[in-house]
């Protein structure tokens, strides 16, 4: 693809600093589990924590392929810092710059996309992943006032964020018509978080459970109209799974880059390893696909930037390039040998790393049915 000068002189700044401020800590907040605020607080001086948010709201004004290559870099050399970069610029302000209010965008906008705040996004619950409708958490009407009772999880962020997006029943009789969305600041009353999750990846990636007991909110609080929630949310999933997409391809090269330069340094009977077809013809397999997986989450990122629909486009990315990162994670390691299984080489972290990719922002079965629907619906155009 194509880049103006303005968009590689930016993609070049973000990719020294990841080398030299990202990159080289990876594995030491991996191993202690501390979440990453110096690096999110010098890559908010770079712009890059509200890189798509207009100017006038304290953002980089980025356009969605730039912002794209940025992400990719960032998760290259981290993906716990790369998720929470993702998670913050994508749902919570994208929902906010689309669907809030002026005053809204003052009071939450801003200071996220300044990167004084970091935002969450609070939809799945214990019984209510894929199925997002049958979420429970209830938001109760008392006058003017909400009152919000119920439990997410899995939230990426949790305990840190500042700000909390947060999806929950305004109305038991209309099913997914009766969610709306309301944002909560950390330190209000009745709202808690969980331990952070001991997950087998994003270690420096906080997830923790959001515990509302009674949290009470005015109306000014409620983003949208009543019942609109799930559809504002699902609505702004697509982005934010072209983010995941980016996630997913900067694990990949990061893993990729790996097991080339150990294939070429690397010698066994008297060869380099990249000598023996075995190998080079996995190299191969894994550069394909790394490249094919960009070039399908540009193209999302393109038609996202150009204002046509881009959901198949998103949901095609997403699944291709997570299991493009799951593919290249575990060659990476057969190439290593015994020596990918040790923590003293990073293919074991890219490993733990990509599985989740397929997971969050929609499972792979979800983006499946995403595409065969939408590729149906186009047929009977």
Not at 153 to 181: D, F, K, P
Request: proline share 2%; hydrophobic share 40%; glycine share 10%.
């Amino acid at each position: 693809m194509h880049l103006s000068n303005d968009q590689r002189t930016i993609l070049e700044m973000v990719t020294d600093f990841c080398k030299k401020g990202i990159a080289p800590l990876a594995a030491q907040y991996d191993r202690s589990g501390e979440y990453p605020w110096r690096q999110l607080e010098q890559l908010a001086e770079l712009g890059l924590l509200g890189a798509t948010v207009p100017e006038a709201y304290g953002g980089s004004g980025l356009d969605a392929v730039t912002y794209a290559l940025c992400l990719e870099q960032i998760c290259k050399a981290d993906a716990s810092v790369g998720v929470i970069v993702s998670v913050t610029n994508g749902l919570p302000q994208q929902m906010l710059l689309h669907h809030g209010t002026e005053s809204q965008k003052q009071r939450w906008l801003e200071p996220l996309a300044k990167g004084k705040h970091i935002g969450a996004f609070c939809l799945t619950e214990a019984n209510s992943g894929s199925d997002a409708a049958s979420l429970r958490s209830k938001a109760i009407q008392d006058g003017d006032d909400w009152i919000l009772e119920g439990q997410k999880v899995w939230i990426t962020s949790g305990g840190q964020a500042q700000t909390y997006l947060v999806m929950a029943r305004t109305n038991n009789e209309r099913g997914s018509r009766g969610i709306s969305c309301f944002v909560l600041e950390k330190g209000m009353a009745g709202l808690s978080f969980g331990k952070p999750e001991e997950k087998m990846g994003l270690h420096a990636a906080h997830t923790t459970t959001v515990n509302m007991d009674g949290v009470r909110v005015s109306s000014e609080h409620m983003i949208g109209s009543e019942g609109q929630g799930l559809i504002i949310a699902l609505s702004s999933l697509d982005g934010g799974r072209i983010g995941i997409a980016m996630q997913a391809i900067g694990i990949a090269q990061a893993a990729f880059e790996a097991a080339r330069d150990y294939a070429f340094a690397r010698e066994q009977f008297g060869s380099r390893l990249s000598e023996f077809e075995g190998i080079s013809f996995k190299i191969a397999d894994m550069a394909t696909r790394i490249h094919a997986s960009r070039l399908l989450a540009l193209d999302a990122a393109s038609l996202k930037e150009a204002g046509k629909p881009y959901s198949k486009e998103a949901s095609m990315a997403k699944l291709f390039s997570s299991e493009t990162a799951n593919f290249v994670a575990k060659e990476a390691i057969q190439i290593f040998g015994g020596n990918g299984y040790s923590r003293e080489y990073p293919v074991e972290r890219h490993y733990r790393d990509a599985k989740i990719t397929e997971i969050y922002e929609g499972t792979s079965e979800i983006q499946r049915l995403v595409i065969s629907r939408q590729v149906f619906k186009d047929s009977r155009q």
